[in-house]
Nanobody, 126 residues
Framework: QVQLVESGGGLVQAGGSLRLSCAASGRTLSSYVMGWFRQAPGKEREFVAAITRSGVTTAYADSVKGRFTISRENAKNTVYLQMNSLKQEDTALYYC???????????????????WGQGTQVTVSS
């Protein structure tokens, strides 16, 4: 069973950048399709980005396309989310999640991911 720990969140001004990391332990990360999700207060958890096991295929929510980049280093058991041109509406608790049931495809649904980290807070100020 994999354990996931996010880091890299913080307070940043609008237009700034942050890089989130998700470190895995317990199992090799290469066995998982990985996703990033976020949840703002009073809102449902929403899909942000996903990356297949090999890293060949990535997907993004329309709201972050062109600004965020998901990547993975399987040798380091780590997945990243580079966030540029941050907006106030990006403020949320960000989670990484792992899906062992897929390999070369991905899901946008949180229910498809069986393994979750505890989240890291991203706050974007004006």
């Amino acid at each position: 069973q994999v354990q996931l720990v996010e880091s890299g969140g913080g307070l940043v001004q609008a237009g700034g950048s942050l890089r989130l990391s998700c470190a895995a332990s317990g199992r090799t990360l290469s066995s998982y399709v990985m996703g990033w999700f976020r949840q703002a207060p009073g809102k449902e958890r929403e899909f942000v980005a996903a990356i297949t096991r090999s890293g060949v295929t990535t997907a993004y929510a329309d709201s972050v396309k062109g600004r965020f980049t998901i990547s993975r280093e399987n040798a380091k058991n780590t997945v990243y989310l580079q966030m540029n041109s941050l907006k106030q509406e990006d403020t949320a608790l960000y989670y990484c999640a792992g899906d062992r049931t897929r390999a070369s495809t991905y899901s946008h649904a949180p229910s498809s991911y069986g393994y979750w980290g505890q989240g890291t807070q991203v706050t974007v100020s004006s």
